[in-house]
């Protein structure tokens, strides 16, 4: 039930920093940026799970760990990217965020071109 929890959080600094942006607005980013740390921290709790799954995985069938650190590493750039371009936007950034954005695409495609040389020579193998 920590999606209860987390949504609580998320829910109740809206709540406050709509209150606060009448009052003070430069303290409502600063709520909403807590907010949006705290739910970052359960999410970091859920990334310990998935490396523990990982690892499980890993002992049942015999997978390359190369592919699955690049997998890992692509997941990161996700929710990293996501999470400062959030702060952007709710900050009123918007260009910043899509430069966030942008960059993070590029970064996941950067950070899978070894998987994508490996299916290439794998083909180039059966046609070969």
């Known amino acids: 039930m920590e999606i209860v929890r987390v949504s609580v959080i ?6 406050l920093a709509i209150l606060v942006k009448e009052v003070r ?7 909403t940026m807590t907010a949006g740390i705290a739910i970052l921290f359960f999410s ?3 990334l310990s799970y998935l490396l523990e799954s990982f690892k499980a995985i890993k002992e049942y069938i015999p997978l390359e760990t190369t592919y699955l ?8 750039i996700t929710y ?3 999470f400062s371009a959030g702060l952007c936007k709710d900050a009123g950034y918007q260009a910043v965020a899509g430069q966030i954005q942008i960059f993070g695409r590029l970064a996941v495609l950067a950070v899978s071109m070894p998987v994508l040389t490996a299916l ?5 193998e059966f046609l070969g």
């Not at 607005?25 to 709520?31: H, L, N, V």
């Not at 650190?69 to 990161?76: A, N, R, S």
């Not at 290439?120 to 180039?124: D, F, N």
């Open 10 to 15: 998320g829910v109740a600094g809206i709540l």
């Open 25 to 31: 607005p430069e303290y409502a980013f600063y709520i």
């Open 44 to 46: 970091v709790g859920k």
């Open 69 to 76: 650190h690049i997998l890992l590493k692509m997941i990161g």
């Open 80 to 82: 990293i990217g996501q």
């Open 120 to 124: 290439l020579e794998t083909i180039h």
